[in-house]
Protein backbone atom coordinates (compact mmCIF):
# COMPACT_ATOMS: atom_id res chain seq x y z
CA UNK A 1 0.00 0.00 0.00
CA UNK A 2 0.80 3.50 -0.86
CA UNK A 3 1.80 5.77 2.12
CA UNK A 4 1.04 8.72 0.49
CA UNK A 5 -2.56 7.35 0.40
CA UNK A 6 -2.26 6.13 4.36
CA UNK A 7 -1.47 9.70 4.83
CA UNK A 8 -4.15 11.04 3.06
CA UNK A 9 -6.52 9.31 4.79
CA UNK A 10 -5.18 10.13 8.48
CA UNK A 11 -5.11 14.07 7.43
CA UNK A 12 -9.38 13.73 6.07
CA UNK A 13 -9.60 11.93 9.24
CA UNK A 14 -7.66 14.55 11.36
CA UNK A 15 -9.35 17.73 9.41
CA UNK A 16 -12.55 15.94 8.94
CA UNK A 17 -13.32 17.51 5.53
CA UNK A 18 -11.91 16.22 2.30
CA UNK A 19 -11.37 19.90 0.82
CA UNK A 20 -9.12 21.07 3.78
CA UNK A 21 -7.25 17.85 3.49
CA UNK A 22 -6.61 18.74 0.34
CA UNK A 23 -5.55 22.69 0.68
CA UNK A 24 -3.17 20.75 3.38
CA UNK A 25 -1.74 18.30 0.98
CA UNK A 26 -1.88 20.70 -2.16
CA UNK A 27 -3.84 17.68 -3.44
CA UNK A 28 -6.93 18.60 -5.70
CA UNK A 29 -10.49 17.66 -3.69
CA UNK A 30 -11.20 14.88 -6.49
CA UNK A 31 -7.88 13.30 -5.89
CA UNK A 32 -7.84 13.05 -2.05
CA UNK A 33 -11.50 11.48 -2.91
CA UNK A 34 -9.82 8.98 -5.11
CA UNK A 35 -7.13 8.09 -2.97
CA UNK A 36 -9.48 6.84 -0.12
CA UNK A 37 -11.65 5.13 -2.74
CA UNK A 38 -9.06 3.37 -3.78
CA UNK A 39 -8.26 2.37 0.13
CA UNK A 40 -11.51 1.27 0.76
CA UNK A 41 -11.76 -0.60 -2.56
CA UNK A 42 -8.81 -2.45 -1.68
CA UNK A 43 -9.55 -3.15 2.17
CA UNK A 44 -12.93 -3.88 1.16
CA UNK A 45 -14.87 -1.64 3.64
CA UNK A 46 -16.04 1.75 4.07
CA UNK A 47 -13.38 3.97 6.07
CA UNK A 48 -15.17 7.33 5.69
CA UNK A 49 -19.13 8.45 6.31
CA UNK A 50 -20.28 11.55 5.56
CA UNK A 51 -22.26 14.04 8.10
CA UNK A 52 -23.28 17.13 7.92
CA UNK A 53 -20.50 18.99 8.40
CA UNK A 54 -18.25 16.64 6.60
CA UNK A 55 -16.53 13.50 7.43
CA UNK A 56 -15.43 10.91 9.58
CA UNK A 57 -14.03 7.93 10.03
CA UNK A 58 -16.37 4.61 10.49
CA UNK A 59 -15.87 2.09 13.36
CA UNK A 60 -13.60 0.26 10.79
CA UNK A 61 -11.96 3.63 9.83
CA UNK A 62 -11.17 4.30 13.30
CA UNK A 63 -9.14 0.79 13.72
CA UNK A 64 -7.09 1.83 9.85
CA UNK A 65 -6.72 5.51 11.13
CA UNK A 66 -5.01 4.19 14.58
CA UNK A 67 -3.01 1.39 12.88
CA UNK A 68 -1.83 4.19 10.01
CA UNK A 69 -0.54 6.91 12.35
CA UNK A 70 1.49 4.20 14.10
CA UNK A 71 3.13 3.26 10.62
CA UNK A 72 3.47 6.29 9.22
CA UNK A 73 4.76 7.73 12.46
CA UNK A 74 7.64 4.85 12.55
CA UNK A 75 8.28 5.69 8.60
CA UNK A 76 8.67 9.60 9.54
CA UNK A 77 10.96 8.46 12.22
CA UNK A 78 13.33 6.36 9.56
CA UNK A 79 13.11 9.18 7.28
CA UNK A 80 14.49 11.26 9.79
CA UNK A 81 17.01 9.30 11.69
CA UNK A 82 18.80 8.69 7.96
CA UNK A 83 18.98 12.10 7.88
CA UNK A 84 20.37 12.74 11.09
CA UNK A 85 22.96 10.63 10.06
CA UNK A 86 23.60 12.26 6.91
CA UNK A 87 23.54 15.69 7.97
CA UNK A 88 23.86 15.56 11.85
CA UNK A 89 21.98 15.84 14.75
CA UNK A 90 23.19 18.94 15.75
CA UNK A 91 21.49 20.08 12.21
CA UNK A 92 18.33 18.80 12.44
CA UNK A 93 15.64 21.35 12.93
CA UNK A 94 13.65 21.88 16.27
CA UNK A 95 9.15 21.58 15.54
CA UNK A 96 7.43 23.53 18.70
CA UNK A 97 3.99 23.10 18.76
CA UNK A 98 1.68 25.41 20.82
CA UNK A 99 -1.61 26.26 21.53
CA UNK A 100 -2.44 30.06 20.39
CA UNK A 101 -2.55 31.77 23.85
CA UNK A 102 1.24 29.59 25.13
CA UNK A 103 2.37 30.28 21.43
CA UNK A 104 1.85 34.57 21.69
CA UNK A 105 4.71 34.30 24.90
CA UNK A 106 5.75 31.52 27.36
CA UNK A 107 6.73 29.27 24.39
CA UNK A 108 8.93 31.74 22.25
CA UNK A 109 10.57 33.10 25.57
CA UNK A 110 11.80 29.85 26.67
CA UNK A 111 13.31 28.95 23.12
CA UNK A 112 14.58 32.15 23.66
CA UNK A 113 16.52 31.38 26.49
CA UNK A 114 17.19 28.03 24.87
CA UNK A 115 19.30 29.70 22.42
CA UNK A 116 20.59 32.37 24.29
CA UNK A 117 22.31 29.15 26.84
CA UNK A 118 22.66 26.59 23.91
CA UNK A 119 23.54 28.54 21.10
CA UNK A 120 21.94 28.54 17.33
CA UNK A 121 19.33 26.05 16.63
CA UNK A 122 17.00 25.70 13.47
CA UNK A 123 13.63 25.87 14.91
CA UNK A 124 9.68 26.15 14.14
CA UNK A 125 6.68 27.67 16.03
CA UNK A 126 3.27 25.51 14.69
CA UNK A 127 0.22 27.08 16.58
CA UNK A 128 -3.07 24.51 16.82
CA UNK A 129 -5.64 23.32 19.02
CA UNK A 130 -4.56 20.66 21.68
CA UNK A 131 -6.40 18.22 19.89
CA UNK A 132 -4.54 18.64 16.72
CA UNK A 133 -1.24 19.10 18.12
CA UNK A 134 -1.36 15.84 19.83
CA UNK A 135 -1.99 14.30 16.56
CA UNK A 136 0.87 16.32 14.91
CA UNK A 137 3.52 14.75 17.51
CA UNK A 138 2.11 11.63 16.70
CA UNK A 139 2.68 11.94 13.18
CA UNK A 140 6.25 12.90 13.49
CA UNK A 141 5.54 16.21 12.12
CA UNK A 142 6.35 18.27 15.74
CA UNK A 143 9.07 17.44 17.96
CA UNK A 144 7.41 18.77 21.33
CA UNK A 145 3.99 20.37 21.64
CA UNK A 146 3.05 22.29 24.45
CA UNK A 147 -0.80 21.87 25.28
CA UNK A 148 -3.38 22.12 27.83
CA UNK A 149 -6.22 19.82 29.52
CA UNK A 150 -9.16 21.75 28.92
CA UNK A 151 -11.81 20.53 27.94
CA UNK A 152 -12.25 18.18 26.24
CA UNK A 153 -8.95 16.71 27.99
CA UNK A 154 -5.72 15.62 26.78
CA UNK A 155 -5.95 11.90 25.94
CA UNK A 156 -3.73 9.30 27.21
CA UNK A 157 -1.01 7.77 24.75
CA UNK A 158 1.61 5.56 25.91
CA UNK A 159 3.63 6.48 22.70
CA UNK A 160 3.96 9.77 23.69
CA UNK A 161 5.89 11.62 27.33
CA UNK A 162 3.59 13.79 28.44
CA UNK A 163 5.29 16.15 31.56
CA UNK A 164 3.10 18.52 33.27
CA UNK A 165 4.68 22.16 33.85
CA UNK A 166 2.18 24.27 35.77
CA UNK A 167 -1.33 25.57 36.27
CA UNK A 168 -2.86 28.43 34.20
CA UNK A 169 -5.02 30.41 35.99
CA UNK A 170 -7.88 31.97 33.68
CA UNK A 171 -8.87 35.57 34.04
CA UNK A 172 -11.39 38.14 32.38
CA UNK A 173 -10.58 39.84 29.20
CA UNK A 174 -12.51 43.61 29.54
CA UNK A 175 -12.17 46.41 27.40
CA UNK A 176 -10.14 49.14 28.53
CA UNK A 177 -11.96 51.70 30.39
CA UNK A 178 -14.56 48.91 31.55
CA UNK A 179 -15.91 49.84 34.78
CA UNK A 180 -14.60 46.11 36.82
CA UNK A 181 -11.02 46.97 35.05
CA UNK A 182 -8.32 47.86 37.48
CA UNK A 183 -9.74 46.59 41.13
CA UNK A 184 -9.82 43.43 43.10
CA UNK A 185 -10.66 39.69 41.92
CA UNK A 186 -14.49 39.81 39.90
CA UNK A 187 -17.42 37.47 41.17
CA UNK A 188 -18.48 36.13 37.70
CA UNK A 189 -22.01 36.93 39.20
CA UNK A 190 -21.24 40.16 38.96
CA UNK A 191 -20.55 40.06 34.88
CA UNK A 192 -23.96 38.11 34.73
CA UNK A 193 -25.06 40.66 32.21
CA UNK A 194 -22.28 41.25 29.60
CA UNK A 195 -22.67 39.57 26.50
CA UNK A 196 -19.27 37.23 26.11
CA UNK A 197 -17.65 35.65 23.55
CA UNK A 198 -15.74 32.26 22.90
CA UNK A 199 -13.47 30.67 20.12
CA UNK A 200 -13.38 27.40 21.05
CA UNK A 201 -15.46 24.52 22.94
CA UNK A 202 -12.75 24.21 25.42
CA UNK A 203 -13.32 27.64 26.71
CA UNK A 204 -16.63 28.03 26.56
CA UNK A 205 -16.87 24.71 28.51
CA UNK A 206 -14.36 26.35 31.32
CA UNK A 207 -16.65 29.34 31.21
CA UNK A 208 -19.70 27.78 31.51
CA UNK A 209 -18.79 25.44 34.41
CA UNK A 210 -17.39 28.79 36.41
CA UNK A 211 -20.71 30.02 35.87
CA UNK A 212 -22.56 27.47 37.06
CA UNK A 213 -20.44 27.05 40.16
CA UNK A 214 -21.31 30.52 41.01
CA UNK A 215 -24.84 29.68 40.78
CA UNK A 216 -25.16 31.80 37.46
CA UNK A 217 -25.95 31.77 33.99
CA UNK A 218 -23.04 33.64 31.18
CA UNK A 219 -24.66 34.70 27.72
CA UNK A 220 -22.01 33.39 25.13
CA UNK A 221 -23.57 35.95 22.50
CA UNK A 222 -20.22 36.56 19.96
CA UNK A 223 -18.71 33.71 18.26
CA UNK A 224 -15.11 34.48 17.05
CA UNK A 225 -12.81 32.34 14.44
CA UNK A 226 -9.95 32.86 16.67
CA UNK A 227 -7.78 34.21 19.66
CA UNK A 228 -7.32 37.47 18.09
CA UNK A 229 -10.90 37.87 16.63
CA UNK A 230 -12.02 36.85 20.23
CA UNK A 231 -9.80 39.83 21.75
CA UNK A 232 -10.82 42.37 19.19
CA UNK A 233 -14.64 42.01 20.11
CA UNK A 234 -13.47 42.87 23.46
CA UNK A 235 -11.60 45.81 22.75
CA UNK A 236 -14.71 46.35 20.77
CA UNK A 237 -16.42 47.14 23.17
CA UNK A 238 -18.90 43.75 22.01
CA UNK A 239 -17.73 41.61 24.74
CA UNK A 240 -15.96 40.55 27.86
CA UNK A 241 -14.26 36.77 27.60
CA UNK A 242 -12.65 34.02 29.65
CA UNK A 243 -9.09 33.96 28.54
CA UNK A 244 -5.61 32.35 29.68
CA UNK A 245 -3.63 34.56 32.38
CA UNK A 246 -0.36 33.12 30.63
CA UNK A 247 -1.87 35.59 27.78
CA UNK A 248 -2.50 38.60 29.87
CA UNK A 249 1.26 40.03 29.22
CA UNK A 250 1.14 39.75 25.44
CA UNK A 251 -2.39 41.73 25.21
CA UNK A 252 -3.28 44.60 23.01
CA UNK A 253 -3.46 47.85 24.99
CA UNK A 254 -6.97 48.49 24.54
CA UNK A 255 -7.79 45.25 26.42
CA UNK A 256 -7.37 44.77 30.12
CA UNK A 257 -7.88 41.85 32.66
CA UNK A 258 -9.82 41.29 35.90
CA UNK A 259 -8.94 38.05 38.27
CA UNK A 260 -11.85 36.25 38.46
CA UNK A 261 -13.27 34.75 42.60
CA UNK A 262 -12.60 31.00 42.19
CA UNK A 263 -11.08 31.39 38.82
CA UNK A 264 -11.20 28.05 36.91
CA UNK A 265 -7.71 26.38 35.82
CA UNK A 266 -6.49 24.47 33.11
CA UNK A 267 -2.50 22.48 33.72
CA UNK A 268 -0.49 22.80 30.91
CA UNK A 269 1.30 19.81 29.67
CA UNK A 270 4.74 19.52 27.20
CA UNK A 271 4.14 16.25 24.82
CA UNK A 272 6.75 14.73 23.15
CA UNK A 273 7.42 11.58 21.60
CA UNK A 274 8.76 8.51 23.87
CA UNK A 275 11.41 7.58 21.41
CA UNK A 276 14.07 8.99 19.06
CA UNK A 277 13.63 12.27 20.78
CA UNK A 278 15.05 15.47 19.37
CA UNK A 279 17.99 16.00 21.79
CA UNK A 280 16.75 19.61 22.18
CA UNK A 281 14.06 18.56 23.56
CA UNK A 282 15.10 17.98 27.10
CA UNK A 283 16.73 21.02 27.43
CA UNK A 284 13.83 23.27 26.04
CA UNK A 285 11.27 21.21 29.09
CA UNK A 286 13.59 22.89 31.49
CA UNK A 287 13.02 26.17 30.31
CA UNK A 288 9.17 25.62 29.80
CA UNK A 289 9.37 24.55 33.49
CA UNK A 290 10.88 27.28 34.76
CA UNK A 291 8.15 29.62 33.11
CA UNK A 292 5.30 28.04 35.43
CA UNK A 293 7.79 28.61 38.52
CA UNK A 294 9.86 25.29 38.57
CA UNK A 295 13.41 24.84 38.81
CA UNK A 296 15.65 26.32 35.98
Known amino acids: MDLAVWRSFVTVCRLGSLSAAAVELHHTQSAVSRQIAGLERQLGVELLERHARGVRPTAAGEVFRRHALATLDE ?23 ATPSLAAGIVPEAVRALLDEAGPLRWSLRPGLTAALHERVLAGDLDVAVVTDAPPGLPHEPRLVRRFLGLDEMVVALPAGHPRAGGGPV ?44 LALVA ?42 HPSVGPLLVRLGAAFGGPA
Open 75 to 97: ADRALRAVRDVRDGARDRPLAVG
Open 187 to 230: DVGGLAGETWAEDDDGSAALLRQHAARAGVTVRVGLAAADLPGK
Open 236 to 277: TGHAVALIPGVLARALRPDVTTARLVGAPTRGIYAIAPRRDA
